[in-house]
């Protein structure tokens, strides 16, 4: 099957007055109908970066600079901007982390719902409220009936994020992107947003690009990961078996981080109280020309310092990793 | 799960924003100098101060160096500028230059001395209100309220028009009439900052109210008040220059507003007698904002990028 | 709040702001140096004998405080402003007769304050560092440090001498009839120059604030939102952004509504302009104080008529603002 969404050797930068600065570096990934592709990596990393680059929404000041975009087949990272405007809210959509603000305070939910089947489906107003509040059912928020008329104000932080569900998939697009969707959100309900998810997915055969740092949201629904460090894709394959077996030191340090993932991979790696990763990312700019997460690791030897980035390079069946000494493979 | 996620702010708060890679806030040595060097990297800021001094030294040392007395009348009646006198003679043949210097004088009093009767009055309201919250706070914003009702320029007009027209009684007014939004700015700041902790602890401490507000709250609320005050000064001499162009002013003090309201009735045949004046009332308030924008952005550096 | 309690209160509000300007006016004329009955007439030379006598039984200035402050109150509850022995006109026929002029001249200028000003606004937020950009803001500290009379009588001297184009003084010809479309025409001509000056001072204020709230809304989440719904920019700025971004404006153009008016005290001076502002200006050559405290109340109830407005506007902008929550 033809991937719905293939991103290949995507590089973005940043123009500052000192020159540019590279943000993502050759990120390749793909997405096939119904299926769940999570970036994962701490804030910094290069995901929503990602995501923007996608919707064709960078900000201000950072461009695509290489790679190809395919949606269906189709570049739109080369598309021009009324064809890239036709396919976003309808082809490819987006959920923005924080619900609290990305809904318009002054205008109301079905407002803001039907607003894109008005655009791009060529609906009347009534007939795209009426669509509204299927999706606001869709969407499983009750006594939808009023709520169509709701503002934002009026709704809970999860109701709102809903919304902006209903407001992403009321087109059916083949691509929706989440980024971060329940961090703004309760405990509970996170998993209540991530089970919708999943429902609406299995029911549209929507791809779904996932942008998390909640490993165990990745464990459940998606179905292969990229971890990105440092604007580089440092290790993906399978969710599988990238969450029994990591093979690159970031990916063991970010399970490391997560308590009931210990069990499954970090166990035999000989436990002991939860571990945070030490250091930091490196800024923008700061990159370093060998392996960028060498000062953080701590299997780091003198080939890590001495030779550039390691390459993303096969390891297993649908793995790969860019590390010069991987762990070993699955025990 | 949220191990991670609640590690990850204290690795990077923000992340891939435009603003991310700016250099790190400069330790705290001290806020008023890292601010005073803002704002003499600041343009607005520095061509505003110099226009200021420039006034200042005029309206100052001017009189004594010219010599000139604004009310004696030194030759015929609208003599263009350029000649002798240099910037030429009036409706009654007294020197325009001298009259600019002189009413500098009066006009940069009235507009220091009624800012500072606002800022006076609008702080203690303001710190009052925002302080004690409550009554207290309904009464003195109803007080507040019932003032900005009351048209500014007209009120000050009949202030002035019932308790005569001297230069005190019109600084009194214009003070009278400006000060609600400093009350308000202050209360809002006051309102801010009185739940935070360093003035719980203050309180904690036993510090009595008066102590709280004058010496823990009001310096953290300074930087927006001064602004205001900057500000202030600048509305003040806009009074001043309506009052006295509408005749308002007191007839013994020579005034830009003055000058300009003797003359417009010639205003067709002799334009430099309002042009000139005029250009002075506009230079200072030019000034005193340039001033007010630079030091807004000196202390609310967030906000530079915006306006 | 229900709507209907909400109402009675700001309408309760009001009245109470409108008693204590009353009670000001009231205070002020005891306050003024000089005998009441001396302000109450003015300084109009020498009033008479009889006409001093008149004023002290109708205002009962023989009578304690309380009582003459109690008739003063009822007095103007009743619409009657005081007598103005200058104009011999009751100060209520007059200030209303002065009124439509007075209010042309405002709206006029609003009008176009808020349409340049936002549109200008607008405009330098699309490119917030572009060459228009820096106009507006440059435009905008120009405009308000130049005093409003100096500008009027600049443009007076122009128009008037240099550029012989438009008339610069009162608002009718004489020679042109008071009915029908020449009529309009010719106020219409009267009005450029007044409006211009006076509305330039706040077209310079509310482009700045519009540029500044423009910029903050194409910021905001909202907006990415819209734009990720394939929205195009029109409706990105002309509808998402717009509504936002005039939240602040309509705050500013309400609180300031009283600045405009007395603007238009110096404006109507310099043009010639027949309305209140004359009118004030005319009362406190001659010291008639009734019609100048008639002005002030009069002034004080259009300030509040227009915060109602604003009020209602904010609702009908801010939809957070209708549910009751404070702005």
Redesign the interface.
């Known amino acids: 099957m033809d991937p719905v969404l293939a991103v290949e050797d995507l590089t973005v930068t940043l123009t500052r007055p000192d020159g540019p600065v590279p943000v993502l570096e050759r990120l390749s990934f793909s997405v096939e109908a119904g299926r769940t592709v999570a970036l994962v990596g701490e804030s910094g990393c290069g995901k929503s970066m990602t995501a923007l680059a996608i919707m064709g929404l960078l900000p201000e000041g950072f461009a695509r600079t290489d790679g190809r975009i395919r949606l269906a087949g189709e570049d739109i990272a080369a598309a021009q901007p009324s064809r890239l405007r036709a396919l976003r809210g309808s082809a490819l959509s987006m959920i923005f982390q924080e619900p609290m603000t990305a809904l318009n305070p002054v205008y109301t939910v079905g407002d803001q719902i039907a607003e894109a089947l008005r655009l791009h489906q060529r609906l009347g107003r009534r007939a795209a409220l009426e669509r509204a509040l299927a999706m606001l059912r869709a969407v499983q928020i009750p006594a939808a009936e009023r709520r169509l008329h709701a503002y934002p104000h009026e709704l809970s932080g999860g109701m709102r994020q809903r919304v902006m569900i209903a407001m992403a998939l009321a087109c059916r697009p083949k691509l929706l992107i989440a980024d971060e969707p329940t961090t703004a959100l309760d405990v509970t309900v996170q998993a209540q947003v991530f089970d919708l998810l999943k429902a609406l997915q299995d029911e549209m055969g929507t791809a779904i690009v996932l942008i998390t740092h909640d490993l165990g949201a990745v464990a459940d629904i998606a179905d292969t990961v990229a971890v990105l460090y440092a604007g580089r894709c440092i290790e993906q394959g399978d969710t599988r078996s990238v969450m029994r077996a990591p093979q690159h030191p970031y990916t063991r340090g970010l399970m490391g981080c997560t308590p009931h993932l210990r069990l499954g991979a970090a166990a035999d790696a000989g436990t002991g109280p939860l571990r945070e990763i030490p250091g930091l990312v490196p800024p923008l700019g700061r990159r370093p020309a060998i392996c960028a997460f060498a000062d953080r690791c701590g299997r780091a030897d003198a080939t890590c310092l001495d030779n550039p980035q390691p390459p993303l390079a096969e390891a297993g069946p649908a793995r790969a990793v860019a590390c010069w000494h991987p762990e070993a493979r699955a025990a | ?5 609640a ?3 204290a ?3 923000e ?4 603003e ?2 700016a250099p790190m806030p400069r330790p705290a040595v001290n806020p008023g100098l890292a601010a005073l060097r803002l704002f003499l990297r600041n343009p607005s800021g520095l061509l505003g101060s110099l226009i200021l001094i420039g006034l200042l030294f005029a309206a100052l040392a001017g009189p004594h160096l010219y010599g000139v007395d604004p009310f004696e009348i030194v030759g015929a009646p609208f003599q263009p500028p350029g000649g002798d006198p240099l910037l030429g003679t009036d409706y009654l043949g007294q020197d325009i230059l001298a009259a600019l210097l002189q009413g500098g004088r009066a006009t940069l009093l009235v507009g220091f001395s009624a800012a500072l009767i606002t800022v006076v009055i609008g702080v203690t309201f303001g710190a009052l209100a925002g302080f004690f919250g409550g009554r207290v706070d309904a009464a003195l914003m109803k007080v507040t ?2 003032f ?8 000050a ?3 002035v ?4 027209q001297r230069i005190a009684i019109t600084t009194i007014a214009i003070g009278i009439v400006s000060w609600p939004p400093t009350a308000r700015l202050t209360r809002a700041e006051f309102l801010r900052l009185r739940g935070l902790d360093f003035v719980k602890a203050a309180r904690a401490a036993g510090a009595g109210p008066l102590y709280l507000i004058g010496r823990v709250i009001l310096p953290n609320a300074a930087p927006p008040i001064v602004v205001s005050a900057t500000l202030a000064i ?1 509305t003040a001499v ?1 009074f001043e ?2 009052l006295s ?4 002013g007191d007839p013994n003090v020579m005034s830009w ?1 003055l000058m ?1 309201g003797q003359n ?1 009735a010639y ?2 045949e002799a ?1 430099w007698t ?2 000139l004046p ?1 250009a002075a ?3 200072a ?2 000034g005193v ?2 001033v007010g ?1 630079a030091v807004n952005d000196a202390v609310n550096p967030r906000l530079r ?3 | 709040m229900t709507g209907l309690r909400r109402l009675g209160a700001t309408a309760a509000n009001a009245a109470g702001l409108l008693l204590a300007v009353v009670v000001l006016n009231f205070l002020l004329i005891q306050a003024a140096p000089g005998d009441p009955a001396q302000v109450i007439a003015g300084e109009m030379g020498g009033a008479s004998p009889e006409i001093m006598a008149e004023i002290r039984t109708r205002y009962g200035l023989d009578r304690s405080l309380p009582e003459q402050l109690a008739t003063y109150v009822g007095k103007v509850v009743r619409g009657d402003l005081g007598y103005s022995f200058f104009f011999n006109e009751p100060v209520s026929r007059l200030i209303l007769g002065r009124l439509p002029a007075t209010a042309l001249l405002v709206l006029s200028s609003l009008g176009l304050a808020v349409l340049a000003g936002a549109g200008l606004g607008i405009l330098g937020a699309r490119r917030p560092n572009g060459l228009l950009s820096h106009v507006v803001s440059l435009v905008a500290i120009a405009g308000n440090a130049a005093p409003v009379f100096w500008t009027g009588l600049m443009l007076l001297v122009v128009f008037a001498s240099l550029w012989p184009v438009l008339p610069v003084a009162g608002m009718e010809d004489v020679a042109t009839p008071r009915h029908g479309l020449a009529y309009g025409l010719d106020v219409a001509q009267h009005l450029v120059l007044p409006a211009l000056t006076l509305g330039i001072v706040y077209v310079a204020q509310y482009s700045r604030l519009m540029r500044a709230s423009m910029i903050d809304a194409l910021n905001a989440d909202y907006v990415r939102t819209a734009r990720a719904k394939g929205l195009p920019e029109r409706i990105v700025v002309g509808k998402h952004a717009l509504r936002n971004a005039l939240i602040p404006l309509v705050t500013m153009v309400g609180l300031q509504f009283g600045q405009l008016f007395a603007g238009a005290i110096l404006v109507e001076t310099v043009f010639a302009w027949p309305g209140l502002g004359r009118l004030t200006f005319d009362s406190i050559l001659r010291r008639d104080y009734p019609t100048l405290l008639g002005i002030l109340f009069c002034s004080a109830l259009l300030v509040i008529a227009a915060n109602l407005v604003t009020d209602l506007l904010y609702r009908l902008i801010d939809p957070r603002i209708r549910a009751g929550r404070p702005a």
């Open positions: 799960m949220s191990a991670l996620v590690a990850e702010p690795v990077r708060p992340p891939m924003r435009s991310a890679a309220e019932f900005q009702v009351l048209p500014t320029l007209l009120f007009m009949v202030l028009t019932l308790f005569g600048g806009l220059g309506a162009f509408l005749g308002l507003g300009i417009r205003a067709l334009w309002v042009l005029g009332i506009f230079l308030v030019l904002s340039l924008d990028k915006r306006s």
